[in-house]
């Protein structure tokens, strides 16, 4: 997987602390763990939320942040279906791509 660059993590008005720890964050092994757990949860696809309760030992943030990278990269797709989330509202469903 190629390495998401960290001028990518952060915006450009960013404050100094979020901009290191865009710096810092090993967004690819992150990107490898989302991708994985997608690729779990079958080729029915999934949505957010199914990832998060798969990883719940990673922060929100880390976790929904990987997905623009993935599907920029063509590692997922989003199939056009939403499914309700825990709240109520529509999440689109996503699967790694074959």
């Not at 999934?46 to 599907?71: E, G, N, W």
């Not at 939403?82 to 109520?88: D, L």
């Amino acid at each position: 997987m190629n390495e998401t660059p960290a001028y990518k993590l952060h915006r450009r008005d960013s404050p100094e602390t979020s901009v290191d720890a865009a710096y810092a964050v090993k967004a690819t092994e992150m990107e490898s763990i989302v991708l994985d757990t997608i690729g779990s949860l079958g080729r029915d696809g999934c949505i957010q939320d199914d990832v998060l309760r798969t990883l719940p030992m990673y922060a929100y943030s880390t976790v929904t942040a990987r997905f623009k990278a993935l599907h920029e990269k063509g590692f997922i797709e989003y199939t056009g279906e939403k499914r309700k989330g825990r709240s109520g509202r529509n999440q689109r469903v996503m699967r790694k791509k074959a």
